[in-house]
Every structure is written in structure tokens, then in C-alpha cells.
């Protein structure tokens, strides 16, 4: 039962988008790492992305304001 509980309380992201245009993408856990979700931000918006049992990987392109649990990070800085 932990097992499924440390799957859904995965670690968690805050991305704000600093500019237009933001792409967020997931990345499969596993063997092969493929794609499997993106969303578009634009500037001011903001998402809240989890690690789970299948995302192991988050990539983004365009600047962001990123926090995490060990800190805070800003693209294109």
C-alpha cells in the first residue's frame, strides 16, 4: 500500500511561464523514455507537475521560473 501511496505523493514542480509560448513535455519512466504528455503555457500562466510512476523526467522549452523542493531556478538567467 506505501508503494501506491509514494506513487500518487509524488514530488512536485511549479513552472510559471515567463514568456509566451512555453512547451512542457513528460517523459515515460522505463525502458525506453518516450514522450507522453506536453501542455503550451503562455507568460503569467502556471503549471504544477508531478513525478509519478510514469513520469520520470520533465523537459521545457522557452523561459520559466521553476520551483522545486531545492530551490528556485530561472531559464535563460
Do not use: C, P
Given at each position: 500500500?506505501?508503494?501506491?501511496?509514494?506513487?500518487?505523493?509524488?514530488?512536485?514542480?511549479?513552472?510559471?511561464a515567463?514568456?509566451?509560448?512555453v512547451?512542457?513535455i513528460?517523459?515515460?519512466?522505463?525502458?525506453?523514455?518516450?514522450?507522453?504528455?506536453?501542455e503550451?503555457?503562455?507568460?503569467?500562466e502556471?503549471?504544477?507537475?508531478?513525478?509519478?510512476?510514469h513520469?520520470?523526467a520533465?523537459?521545457?522549452?522557452?523561459r520559466?521560473?521553476?520551483?522545486?523542493?531545492?530551490?528556485?531556478?530561472?531559464?535563460?538567467?
Open positions: 500500500m506505501q508503494d501506491a501511496w509514494d506513487a500518487v505523493t509524488g514530488e512536485y514542480v511549479v513552472i510559471k515567463l514568456d509566451n509560448g512547451t512542457i513528460g517523459l515515460t519512466r522505463g525502458r525506453d523514455t518516450k514522450f507522453h504528455h506536453s503550451k503555457l503562455d507568460e503569467g502556471i503549471m504544477i507537475a508531478q513525478f509519478t510512476e513520469t520520470s520533465i523537459k521545457i522549452r522557452g520559466v521560473e521553476l520551483l522545486t523542493r531545492h530551490g528556485r531556478i530561472r531559464s535563460g538567467d
